[in-house]
């Protein structure tokens, strides 16, 4: 997946699970998105209060320098566009 895109996508999934946007399987996936991203950057940058701008670059940044971290995130987002697509359905 493009990083650009990434970053976006899971600063989208991080913020909608802050903002309480998610509900059931959909708010699991979103938190364990949440959760991988709070942990990685718990010295770096607080979720909550960034801007999404500011945590798209954070991650493209460390995506860039750490090719598991990109592996991992960009299985946590498919995994939520899987559950989110399968929530649509249902």
């Known amino acids: 997946m493009e990083l650009s895109i990434l970053a976006s996508q899971a600063a989208e999934i991080a913020l909608s ?3 309480k946007a998610a509900d059931g399987a959909l708010k699991k996936a979103g938190s364990d998105v949440l959760d991988f991203l709070k942990n990685r950057f718990q010295d ?3 979720i ?3 801007e999404p ?4 670059a954070t991650i493209v940044s460390e995506a860039e320098q750490d090719l598991d971290f990109q592996r991992d995130l960009e299985k946590l987002v498919s ?3 899987k559950t989110q697509s399968t ?4």
């Open 17 to 19: 699970v802050i903002d």
């Open 44 to 46: 770096k940058l607080s």
């Open 48 to 50: 909550e209060e960034a």
């Open 53 to 56: 701008e500011m945590i798209e």
């Open 79 to 81: 995994n939520y566009q």
């Open 87 to 90: 929530a649509h359905v249902s």
